[in-house]
T-cell receptor, first 112, second 114 residues
């Protein structure tokens, strides 16, 4: 009964470093999403995927890349981290566009 | 572009009382979905209630209900008999039908006073 699992939960990066956030879901959902949450701005969509092997840009895609090689996994990469990418990152999944999402517990990323 | 506005950054309510959180949205679409999510200090996003725009009847889930005014593009959340566990950030969200981009408001922080 795991739902959506995000790893890691916390991370501190130095400017220019790279990292990958992993999202895994065990509900056989087709759709997966990466959001970032910043104070006073709610959640904003970075990238999303409508199925294995597909990805698309959301509202704030710059500086991020994603991959969905397996249906259950959705990876978010930062190639060269910047302080502006300090945020809480949420992964979510759904099996239909008409329903709400199931969210992971988030990753707090700090770029110094 | 669709935008979601939550005009109340913070709200407080006495335990057992009723509180209403406001949300307005901007869209030219007629077929869409609206959501309220709760985010407690644990950071987990929890779906509270969902409304389909083509349904006139307001959605209810136990102590949570909405007042959906389509013409006014308003979607408020009413919490009855407030409990200490209701304290959280509440986000209003909008998604157009057959679209993958769910848009969120900035959130309202609800405090429940014992």
């Amino acid at each position: 009964n795991a739902g959506v699992t995000q790893t890691p939960k916390f991370r501190v990066l130095k400017t220019g470093q790279s990292m990958t956030l992993l999202c895994a879901q065990d509900m056989n959902h087709e759709y997966m999403y990466w959001y970032r949450q910043d104070p006073g701005m709610g959640l904003r969509l970075i990238h999303y995927s409508v199925g294995e092997g597909t990805t698309a840009k959301g509202e704030v895609p710059d500086g991020y890349n994603v991959s969905r090689l397996k249906k259950q996994n959705f990876l978010l990469g930062l190639e060269s981290a910047a302080p502006s990418q300090t945020s809480v990152y949420f992964c979510a999944s759904s099996n239909s566009r008409i329903y709400g999402y199931t969210f992971g517990s988030g990753t707090r990323l700090t770029v110094v | 572009a669709q935008t979601v506005t939550q005009s109340q950054p913070e709200m407080s309510v006495q335990e057992a009382e009723t509180v209403t959180l406001s949300c307005t949205y901007d869209t030219s679409e007629s077929d869409y979905y609206l959501f309220w999510y709760k985010q407690p200090p644990s950071r987990q996003m929890i779906l509270v209630i969902r409304q389909e725009a083509y349904k006139q009847q307001n959605a209810t889930e136990n102590r949570f209900s909405v007042n959906f005014q389509k013409a006014a593009k308003s979607f408020s959340l009413k919490i009855s008999d407030s409990q200490l566990g209701d304290a959280a950030m509440y986000f209003c969200a909008y998604r157009r039908r057959n679209n993958n981009d769910m848009r969120f408001g900035a959130g309202t922080r609800l405090t429940v006073k014992p």
